[in-house]
């Protein structure tokens, strides 16, 4: 029997197109399990770590399927690489959680138990419902939670995950929301693919809000330029697009060409001064070599006005947007001898838009 549920266990992530087993993930969750339950000792998430089918060591997360802030861009998963046969008790009425596997060893159903501490019977408070294609690539999770502690208890889906897949299975999004058509925008993870398939940019959203980041990849799949949409610094009701540069030290500051012409401190009297910092000095050292005026190359200086503006001649405004596309993350505006902002050159909305719209196929379309 052991041996039976090792087999069955390994082959979770390489299953069959025989999937009709686990069903639906939208279920009644006190509905009778056609399937066979296999008790373990340990419950669903929570911060432990866990032995995994090879050997290897996996942490437990709160959730089935997630997408990192950085790093690979695809989802990722931690149930189906656990060696649940390690955690496997012969009596139910001592298992904090009870999982559910079809035929092909792929893992429909995770219920988490409450354990009486005197004894008694454990009861169900939740857990998880998992959907598969007919390849057997994971399209959907739903948690269910109690929300009546009368009898007979009472269940609802309290957060679900989407993993939309194109003809090819190839990912195009994964949806922290239902699986349905619904025109508002969904928060999530879209990813943006050329006619072969490849991944062009993965696409961060939010609910409602629209884009907020877009990483772009090349012909090989490595990282490139990243894209962030964020307030601005001067006006917190205008949001800007622009690439991101990596620097702790850099508070970033995203204007349009035109907007040169408008820089304010709000402070009248200060010295100010736009300056390139030369190529060879770091930004974040500890140092702070970046803040030494002889590292520094004067673009346009000036003192501001009653107003407390910055007033830019055309010619210097010209001067300093030249630079900023030249030399971007290394253009720094002084409102005063001790304060900077590292100036970005905001994008094009049209180009925001192509740049942010998952359906577009050019490999080029952020610039």
């Known amino acids: 029997m052991h041996k039976r549920l090792v087999l069955m266990l390994a ?6 197109p025989a999937l009709a087993a686990c069903g639906p993930a939208a279920v009644d969750f006190t509905a009778p399990v056609a399937l066979t339950a296999v008790p373990v000792s340990v419950g669903l998430g929570g911060d432990r770590v866990l032995l995994g089918r090879q050997g290897e060591r996996i942490a437990a997360r709160n959730t089935p399927a997630w997408v990192e802030d950085s790093g690979d861009p695809l989802p990722r998963t931690w149930m189906d690489k656990v060696d649940w046969s390690a955690y496997r008790l ?9 999982l559910y596997f079809d035929g092909d060893g792929r893992l429909c159903r995770a219920e988490h138990y409450e354990i009486p501490r005197h004894g008694g019977t454990p009861f169900l408070a ?3 419902t998992l959907e598969y294609d007919g390849a057997g690539a994971l399209t959907r999770v739903i948690e269910y939670e109690q929300t009546s502690v009368r009898r007979p208890a009472t269940y609802e889906a309290s957060r679900q995950t989407c993993l939309k897949r194109d003809g090819r299975g190839a990912l195009t999004a994964f949806i922290n929301e239902a699986c349905d058509d619904k025109q508002e925008p969904a928060g999530g993870r879209f990813y943006a693919r050329d006619a072969a398939g490849r991944l062009l940019r993965a696409i961060d959203t939010i609910s409602q809000g629209g884009a907020f980041q877009v990483q772009t990849y090349d012909a090989q799949g490595q990282p490139q ?20 540069h990596a620097s702790s030290d850099s508070r970033p500051y995203p204007v349009r060409r035109e907007e040169l012409g408008k ?13 390139s910092i030369a190529d060879e000095v770091p930004l974040d050292d500890t140092d702070m070599q970046s803040w030494n005026p002889d590292t520094q190359t004067i673009l346009a200086q000036g003192v501001t006005d009653a107003q407390g503006r910055a007033p830019l001649a055309a010619n210097a405004q010209e001067r300093v947007w030249q630079a900023m596309r030249d030399k971007p993350g290394r253009i720094f505006w002084y409102s005063d001898l001790m304060s900077r902002v590292l100036l970005l ?15 577009n196929q050019a490999a080029d379309a952020c610039g």
């Open 345 to 359: 050159p905001a994008m094009d909305e049209a180009r925001w838009r192509a740049c942010a719209d998952p359906a």
């Open 263 to 275: 820089l304010s401190t709000e402070v009248p009297g200060n010295d100010w001064r736009i300056v």
């Open 225 to 244: 330029q990243r894209y962030l949409r964020r307030h601005s610094p001067g006006d917190g009701a205008r949001s800007y697009a622009d690439a991101a």
């Open 90 to 98: 012969d009596k139910a009425s001592q298992a904090p959680a009870r």
């Open 126 to 128: 939740g857990g998880y």
């Open 11 to 16: 082959a979770i992530a390489h299953a069959g």
